[in-house]
């Protein structure tokens, strides 16, 4: 008896995608694939998901102030807890601040003063120039400074490249480097990969945010923007004024 060869069986389909009886039977099949999922429910979801995180949270970056500003429109109990939670939050950075300023360091105690120094608290060690000529550095000067003051249970500490490392590089200067549990977690050569001689704090700050140092949420992050932008501009009028002043001086011997 002959046997019927193997033959691909034809199955009329107009759309495979269309919610139909038919399409069903074959899906179920596996004749054809299942139907892809609609995405929209998922994002209109996660918007929504979205949405209420921001309501929930809407009062995290309030300090104080801005929280007291609030007591007409917000539920005075939900108000208590997050002024509670406020000061829970200044009392532990007051007690985590011991340092506070620049530590100038010196070779010599460079194991005691950062390598150990970090098991306890991040180290953030800035590498200066030699020369008052690079600008950059001057800028950086300024910025630890701000940033020392800033941030107390952080040690900034600061020492002349080529005192720390022999025959460092001019233009590597400035350079950063973080220190935690005795190992360096970061390194940034210059400030090209910020802005340059317009870097300004927000910058640096990112670093601290991006090691760990200081949590994306933390309230110090947040400040006046007219504070910043004027501080930021008065250094660079002054860099400009001191530029000028050395132009004229070069002109003086020409």
Request: aromatic share 6%; hydrophobic share 30%; proline share 4%.
């Amino acid at each position: 008896m002959n046997q019927m060869p193997d033959v691909p069986v034809q199955v009329p389909i107009d759309n495979p995608n269309a919610d139909t009886e038919w399409n069903d039977i074959l899906r179920k099949h596996g004749i054809i694939p299942e139907k892809p999922k609609d995405p929209e429910p998922a994002i209109q979801e996660a918007l929504l998901e979205a949405e209420q995180r921001a309501y929930d949270n809407r009062l995290e970056d309030k300090d104080l102030d801005e929280l007291a500003a609030l007591e007409e429109d917000e539920d005075e109990d939900f108000l208590e807890q997050y002024r509670q939670k406020r000061m829970a939050e200044i009392n532990a950075l007051a007690n985590a601040s011991k340092y506070g300023s620049v530590y100038p360091l010196q070779k010599l105690d460079f194991t005691r003063d950062v390598t150990e120094a970090s098991k306890e608290a991040y180290v953030f060690v800035f590498l200066s120039s030699s020369t008052d000529s690079n600008v950059e550095s001057r800028v950086l000067h300024e910025i630890w400074r701000d940033l020392a003051q800033k941030y107390g249970d952080v040690k900034f500490c600061q020492i002349r490249a080529d005192m720390c490392i022999e025959g460092y590089p001019e233009k590597n200067c400035p350079t950063i480097l973080v220190y935690k549990d005795s190992d360096i977690r970061r390194q940034v050569v210059t400030l090209r990969e910020f802005q340059g001689v317009r870097t300004k704090v927000a910058d640096v700050e990112r670093v601290l945010v991006q090691v760990g140092a200081v949590k994306e949420g933390d309230s110090r992050l947040r400040r006046k923007d007219e504070d910043d932008e004027d501080r930021t501009t008065n250094g660079r009028r002054g860099l400009t004024q001191s530029q000028s002043k050395r132009e004229e001086d070069d002109d003086d011997w020409d």
